[in-house]
């Protein structure tokens, strides 16, 4: 009788303590395997490809007299950019240097005729022609400065888009000034960093959708064209360099900024809700229905439409927790929510 009584408090004092377990009413769903296209995003910005960008460099100092165009202004072959006025001291040089060469090339005529009468020496008429020399030198780099044209004109060399304008209309600019910066059409790239662990998965030619942040409503498409292999210590982002397709260049300007979606090539991958999916200071996680309790697994988790992709040391016969799984810590008791 006594060994009957102790079984039955035993019993009871089980029960009683499994009552007393903190349980979280949850909603669990079957993990399955999809066929599914990942996509990488990543935000950066549109740059001009050096090797297919112009800048205009003034050889000489001046002033802007007109300037005809702006930053992300679409131009053609010969559209007039800017009307530059020479400087009058470098008006000045080149005018003495057309001057001293009209001297020397006298100078060197006169000798000739004085050489030929046996009144000048060989040495005078050597210097006479190193004088001559030396001027037309002289007068070549000035022609080449363009310090002979006291107005110019200067023109676009091909269908482009001014990348950067770096001077207004008055400004007197010096030597070695970039006025203006223009892009071949076709020449803009973007720039969008992704994740380290992220830059193995791109290959050069995938597709990449390309949305500008300030208007919502543009799609653009372009196609991976590098990958860079080192982090850039500003963002401590991988840069992938996309091209972008010609025909929507127009409205571009270096320096927009856009978010990048990089499309990886299809595979079959495990997926579940979005809300199963948590993280915290660890990283990604999911809980599985482990015979009645939680079970937390670390994944790595990519977003699929409204699904996402996982992988880790996951079991995928058992359920996962889509709902209520916020309450829950590891080992906790679950209870299920009922179908209707």
Request: charged share 20%.
């Amino acid at each position: 009788m006594r060994s009957w009584l102790c079984l039955f408090l035993l019993t009871c004092s089980v029960i009683a303590h499994a009552e007393d377990q903190p349980s979280v009413l949850v909603k669990t769903e079957p993990m399955r395997k999809e066929s599914i296209i990942f996509k990488l995003s990543g935000y950066g910005s549109v740059f001009s490809d050096p090797k297919n960008t112009v800048n205009f460099d003034q050889p000489r100092s001046g002033q802007i007299i007109s300037l005809n165009v702006m930053a992300g202004q679409i131009v053609k072959r010969g559209d007039a950019l800017y009307e530059f006025e020479t400087d009058p001291a470098a008006a000045y040089a080149y005018a003495q240097a057309k001057s001293s060469l009209e001297m020397a090339s006298s100078e060197f005529e006169s000798m000739k005729r004085l050489y030929a009468q046996q009144l000048a020496t060989h040495a005078q008429l050597a210097a006479a022609k190193k004088a001559l020399k030396d001027a037309q030198s002289a007068f070549e780099t000035q022609n080449k400065l363009g310090d002979g044209l006291p107005l110019e004109i200067v023109k676009a060399p091909f269908d482009g888009v001014i990348a950067g304008s770096f001077a207004s209309p008055g400004d007197r600019v010096q030597t070695g000034k970039t006025v203006l910066q223009l892009a071949r059409l076709g020449a803009l790239r973007a720039r969008i960093g992704v994740q380290p662990e992220d830059a193995l998965k791109i290959k050069l030619g995938m597709t990449v959708k390309l949305l500008p942040v300030f208007d919502k409503t543009r799609q653009l498409n372009g196609a991976v064209s590098e990958i860079h292999g080192s982090i850039n210590p500003q963002t401590q982002l991988v840069d992938v360099i996309a091209q972008i397709d010609k025909s929507q260049n127009p409205g571009l300007i270096p320096g927009m900024k856009l978010r990048g979606v990089i499309q990886i090539q299809g595979a079959d991958a495990w997926v579940v809700p979005r809300s199963a999916v948590l993280s915290d200071e660890n990283g990604a996680y999911i809980f599985q229905d482990d015979m009645g309790h939680a079970k937390r697994v670390n994944v790595n988790a990519i977003e699929s439409g409204g699904m996402t992709a996982i992988q880790g040391k996951f079991d995928p016969a058992l359920s996962v927790v889509v709902l209520g799984n916020y309450e829950l810590h590891d080992g906790m008791t679950l209870r299920k929510e009922q179908s209707r």
